[in-house]
């Protein structure tokens, strides 16, 4: 089992910034990569980034391309979503997720590739 646990989230003017951790526990070395989600109200959860614990390949939507970075500490189990440019439309409970497997790029978006999820983060952009 691995433990997802994120914060960083808050309240925020748009055009600020915010950094969310994820930090994992339990068998974090059967994990292959950690993505950021969010969900806002009476919506489905739609995923942002993803990045690998080794190589640190990463991946975004297009929606928080140039805006939203992700990074991870191996030695400290953490990912990190630095997120620039906030938008009142960023508005969302964000997750932070671990994929168990390599996935074909085409599929890293799904939820579904996700095996272990955190309990998010709520992040609130003001306009």
């Known amino acids: 089992q691995v433990q997802l646990v994120e914060s960083g989230g808050g309240l925020v003017q748009a055009g600020g910034s915010l950094r969310l951790s994820c930090a994992a526990s339990?068998?974090?070395?059967?994990?292959?990569?950690m993505g950021w989600f969010r969900q806002a109200p009476g919506k489905g959860r739609e995923f942002t980034s993803r990045i690998t614990w080794s190589g640190g390949s990463t991946y975004y939507a297009d929606s928080v391309k140039g805006r939203f970075t992700i990074s991870r500490d191996n030695a400290k189990n953490t990912v990190y979503l630095q997120m620039n440019s906030l938008k009142p439309e960023d508005t969302a409970v964000y997750y932070c997720?671990?994929?168990?497997?390599?996935?074909?790029?085409?599929?890293?978006?799904?939820?579904?590739?996700?095996?272990?999820w955190g309990q998010g983060t709520q992040v609130t952009v003001s306009s």
């Open positions: 339990g068998r974090t070395d059967s994990t292959y990569a």
């Open positions: 997720a671990a994929d168990r497997h390599w996935t074909p790029t085409a599929a890293v978006a799904s939820p579904l590739e996700y095996e272990y």
